[in-house]
């Protein structure tokens, strides 16, 4: 009786495999021939703990699977998730995967990252059998952990891992009370509101309105707008940008408007008004760096990332940011 999957389910049963997350790992030795040889695997997983193994599966098509028998001692680096590039690097074959990386020595002289989230340095205890791999387990001789959140591969592709809090939505008697814990629209809405608090205050300082702001800081990335494309353009805010509000900026020297009353008059930033927006700007970098102070760069990444879907999927057609202005 035949063993095999039919060919029709191979990549069925890839993807059933691919539905268990794992860590990355570079698994790296010494060649008799004294060069280093290393590749990215994620069949990496504990065995025991007395005493200390670990294993993973090499492809026995590997080029470097004789190495391996061979070798007396492996290395295993668990990888943190900002190293997806070592991940790549290790996985394509090529003459020296080690360019450009810091290396020391350890047993055997089998070449060590000095970056990774967690390293084992292995003796091989066994090799077996495995289908197309064959399994080492290595007894760990060494170890170095750091708390760097892991690299994560999962259905085909790398993931970043989010801690989940286990926050519990009161059920009282209060029916805002679930509202104000769990809508989007709420959170969002008070997260901006509460994150503009310090830079309104710094608009005010200098008589400027929020749409006002909006304005220079958009000239500040693509200067010289007409007044048509600048409204277009902060059409998301809900408000308008009248010729009296870009009128009012050119009366504090803050632009400099090309024509009279026209919605085709270009407005670009004075000396004056890219010095405010450098200032408004710096501002608020300082403010977002204060309300994310408690998320680490994982959550950064992801709420980020999620944002910009939402704005994307909720975006009624304006026009991009960086667009041609109309004259070009
Ligand atoms: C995320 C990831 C995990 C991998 N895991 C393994 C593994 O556990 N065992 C293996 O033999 N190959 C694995 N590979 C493939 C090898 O890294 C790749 O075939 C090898 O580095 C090719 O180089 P070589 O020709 O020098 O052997 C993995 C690749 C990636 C991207």
Redesign the pocket.
């Known amino acids: 009786m035949s063993n095999a999957i039919p060919p029709s389910e191979v990549r069925s049963f890839r993807n059933a495999l691919g539905a268990f997350a794992?860590g990355?790992?570079v698994v790296t030795t010494r060649a008799t021939d004294g060069s280093d040889?290393?590749?990215?695997?994620?069949?990496?997983n504990s065995v025991s703990l007395e005493p200390p193994m670990v294993l993973?599966?090499?492809?026995k098509?590997?080029?470097?699977l004789p190495i391996f028998a061979k070798a007396p001692y492996f290395a295993i680096h668990v990888l943190a998730s900002d190293q997806e590039p070592v991940?790549?690097q290790?996985?394509?074959?090529?003459p020296d995967?080690f360019v450009g990386l810091d290396i020391e020595r350890g047993s055997g002289e089998i070449p060590l990252l000095r970056d990774f989230s967690a390293r084992f340095q292995c003796r091989t205890a066994f090799q077996y059998e495995g289908g197309d791999?064959v399994i080492f387990v290595g007894q760990v001789e060494a170890f170095d952990h750091s708390n760097r959140k892991p690299l994560v591969?999962h259905g085909g592709q790398?993931a970043l891992t989010v801690d989940k809090r286990d926050e519990v939505i009161p059920e009282g008697p209060d029916p805002t009370s679930s509202f104000s814990q769990d809508f989007l629209i709420y959170l969002l809405g008070r997260a901006h509101h509460q994150l503009f608090l310090g830079i309104r205050r710094e608009l005010e300082r200098r008589g400027l309105s929020e749409q006002q702001w909006f304005v220079l800081s958009l000239l500040g990335v693509s200067d010289h707008r007409t007044q048509a494309e600048l409204d277009r353009m902060l059409a998301y805010t809900g408000k308008r940008v009248t010729f009296e509000l870009l009128a009012g900026l050119a009366a504090a020297d803050l632009i400099r408007l090309g024509g009279a009353h026209d919605p085709q008059v270009r407005a670009s930033l004075t000396e004056h008004g890219r010095q405010i927006v450098i200032e408004l700007v710096s501002a608020a970098k300082a403010a977002e760096s204060d309300a994310t102070r408690h998320l680490d760069p994982v959550e950064l990444h992801v709420l980020k990332s999620a944002l910009r879907t939402i704005v994307r999927d909720t975006d009624p057609g304006l026009p991009l940011l960086l667009a041609p202005t109309d004259a070009e």
Do not use: D, E, M, Q
């Open positions: 794992t990355v790992t040889v290393g590749l990215t695997a994620n069949s990496f993973w599966s090499l492809a098509s590997s080029r470097a991940s790549r290790f996985s394509r074959p090529a995967k791999h591969f790398y």
